[in-house]
């Protein structure tokens, strides 16, 4: 009947779909990953396979008119955005009423387009936001792996106290001593050595050319580079780019059986597909997942889902802020867009905040400080389905994000009051504002361990039926997130291979 039939299917190519693929590709078991996004390998007519960020172009968004930056004003001009054709491009953002959401699209997922910051959380942090998780198991066996898989790497201090791209770095460290606050050295995948050789002009630039959000055309050990080169080494492990998963269902013998959409890169559609396995894995991140339940859910294909499909998201706290710098005190026309230093207040009993030294590298001196706070923001939003779209959309308002500004400004202003300093308040689009609170690089929740899943990632209501990704984790963890992904999905995949797939 044209269905096509596999053991395993993986839905996204994001950090959970990359670690459930390799484990299972290395217990034998014949995987296909559905990826809604392209495989990002082929140059284009310029040469690289990502566009630049400062000249963005079709293949920086997914399929928008016009691009949407972060940072999309300078002096309340919107500077860096850029008419484009709708495509297939690498990074989307998700507009919700209130909140709008940036991920990764294309093999990869998040990793393509994220900052490749590695930080695992606070012990004591992790313990309380999942405490019925093993913390000990995590960070003596599963912390190390997911760091060494992800080939993280640490920046030579010599280099980094020397270098004119870490100058603003280190500008924003003094001033942050002046307020009494500590700094640390944040860990990456982006391969260190390489932006050396950046700098010395042995290697073609890419951290040091401005690119990041848009992708990097080299430096960068995306998960193409690590997981999934290696899930694809093990023979057993197929990948289907620009094919999306739309519905899904269980069959009488509980097999499931997908619905996917092909289409070209200009979203023409080419093929509608019937797809079933026996173990289904949802790493399609925290709204492509709760997406795909919750569609499920309530049209009535999965009935026995919980209602705790669509519960317990957050954005992580996140907050960007920028300062403007006195003008002897330039932060250069050189940055890195690599972060590698971070304000660390996370212990501050108040508004515990851990605030990234953010680069602002614009090829000119602008002296700006520019800093992405992750707070601790006990809000969470919820998704409710949307019969009208098909969609899931996000029950988050505005001012769910107060007490998340108010942690960063605390931290903030202390900056400001001990270097007799300012806010930017130019940078976040046309209103005059210092603190971007209405979009987040972090989106966390929505099927969350232990509640919407059993303590394993196991489908509360269905056998072989797993979520693998951010939307286990309960909207905030304290610190970038994907180590945290990447390692819980170790952990649980784990105990799934054992006790549900290879078992007798
Ligand atoms: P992830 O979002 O990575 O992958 C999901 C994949 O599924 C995507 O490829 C998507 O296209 C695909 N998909 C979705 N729905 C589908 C469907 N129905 N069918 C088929 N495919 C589907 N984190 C960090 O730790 N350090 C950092 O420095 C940064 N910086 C950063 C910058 C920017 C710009 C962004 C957007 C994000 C970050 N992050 C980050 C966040 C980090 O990238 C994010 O937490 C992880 O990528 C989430 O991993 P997941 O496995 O949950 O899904």
């Not at 499920?296 to 957050?314: M, V, Y």
């Not at 802020?321 to 660390?344: F, K």
């Not at 308040?425 to 209103?431: A, H, I, S, V, W």
């Amino acid at each position: 009947d044209g269905t096509a039939f596999v053991p395993a299917v993986v839905i996204g190519t994001g950090y959970g779909a990359a670690v459930s693929a390799l484990r299972l590709g290395e217990a034998g078991v014949r995987t296909v990953m559905l990826e809604m996004g392209q495989l990002w390998n082929q140059p284009g007519p310029d040469g690289n396979v990502f566009a630049g960020m400062l000249k963005p172009d079709k293949r920086s968004s997914w399929f928008k008119n016009r691009t949407e930056a972060p940072l999309g004003s300078f002096l309340w001009l919107d500077l860096a955005n850029r008419d484009i054709d709708p495509y297939a491009g690498v990074l989307d953002r998700v507009n919700f009423d209130q909140m709008s959401v940036y991920v990764g699209r294309g093999v990869g997922g998040g990793s393509l387009v994220n900052g490749g910051m590695a930080v695992a959380p606070k012990r004591s942090y992790f313990e309380e936001v999942l405490p019925r998780v093993d913390s000990a198991e995590m960070y003596d066996r599963y912390f190390p792996r997911a760091n060494s898989m992800l080939r993280v790497n640490h920046i030579d201090n010599g280099w980094f106290e020397s270098t004119e791209w870490y100058k603003f770095a280190r500008v924003s460290r003094d001033q942050a001593q002046k307020a009494g606050l500590g700094t640390v050295h944040v860990p990456n995948v982006y391969d260190f050595d390489h932006m050396r050789r950046e700098a010395a002009g042995e290697a073609p630039r890419s951290a040091l050319a401005g690119e990041v959000i848009y992708g990097n055309n080299h430096g960068k050990q995306s998960l193409d580079k690590t997981y999934l080169a290696a899930a694809l080494g093990t023979g057993k492990v197929t990948i289907e780019t620009l094919h999306q998963a739309r519905t899904i269902r269980q069959q009488k013998d509980g097999t499931y059986l997908l619905t996917v959409e092909q289409r070209d890169a200009d979203g023409r559609l080419l093929a509608t597909k019937e797809i079933s396995c026996r173990h289904l894995f949802l790493g399609a991140g925290s709204l492509g997942s709760t997406e795909l339940l919750l569609r499920a859910r309530e049209t009535g294909t999965l009935p026995n889902l919980s209602s705790e499909i669509g519960a317990g998201w957050g954005p992580n706290g996140n907050i960007m802020t920028a300062r403007a710098n006195h003008v002897w005190n330039p932060t250069g026309a050189n940055q890195s867009s690599i972060p590698a230093l971070g304000i660390d207040d996370w212990d501050n009993p108040q508004n515990p905040v851990f605030a990234e030294i953010a680069p602002m590298p614009a090829g000119l001196e602008t002296w700006v400080s520019l800093y992405l706070a992750i707070t601790k923001n006990p809000e969470r939003g919820t998704f409710a389905y949307d019969a009208a779209t098909d969609r899931a959309a996000l029950r988050w308002t505005r001012d769910q994000n107060t007490p998340a500004v108010n942690a960063a400004k605390s931290l903030f202003d202390r900056i400001n009051r001990a270097n007799t300093t300012m806010y930017r308040y130019d940078l976040f689009g046309k209103q005059v504002k210092a603190f971007s609170d209405d979009f987040t690089y972090h989106p966390l929740g929505g099927c969350v361990l232990g509640r919407a899943t059993d303590d394993y990632g196991r489908v509360k209501g269905y056998k072989n039926l797993y979520v693998t990704d951010g939307s286990l984790i309960p909207g905030s963890i304290g610190v970038n997130p994907f180590v945290t992904i990447t390692a819980l999905a170790e952990r649980n995949i784990e105990r799934v291979i054992r006790q549900d797939v290879t078992a007798p």
